[in-house]
C-alpha cells in the first residue's frame, strides 16, 4: 500500500516552461518568496486559452530579469 501526502499552499504563478500556446509546467512563487515548477500540466490544463498564459506587454519587459527554467 502507498500513502502519499501533499499539502496546498497558495502560490502566484511567475511564469511557465514550454510555449505559451501548450505550456508544459508552471513556475509559482511560494509565499517564503521562492521559485517552484508545478506538476507537469494536464492536456486540459495546458490547451487552456491562450491569453491567459500570455504575457502582458509589461511582463515581457521583466523577463531578463526572472530567473529561466529547462
Keep these: 500500500m502507498k500513502i502519499r501526502h501533499a499539502d496546498t499552499i497558495e ?3 511567475a511564469g511557465f516552461t514550454g510555449t505559451a500556446r501548450q505550456p508544459r509546467a508552471l ?3 511560494l ?5 517552484a515548477l508545478s ?3 494536464t492536456t486540459a490544463l495546458a490547451s487552456g486559452s491562450p ?3 500570455s504575457p502582458s506587454p509589461s ?5 531578463a530579469a526572472t530567473p529561466t527554467y529547462p
Design 11 to 13: 502560490a502566484t504563478v
Design 27 to 29: 513556475a509559482v512563487r
Design 31 to 35: 509565499p517564503d518568496g521562492g521559485l
Design 39 to 41: 506538476q507537469r500540466l
Design 51 to 53: 491569453r491567459i498564459w
Design 59 to 63: 511582463a515581457r519587459t521583466r523577463r
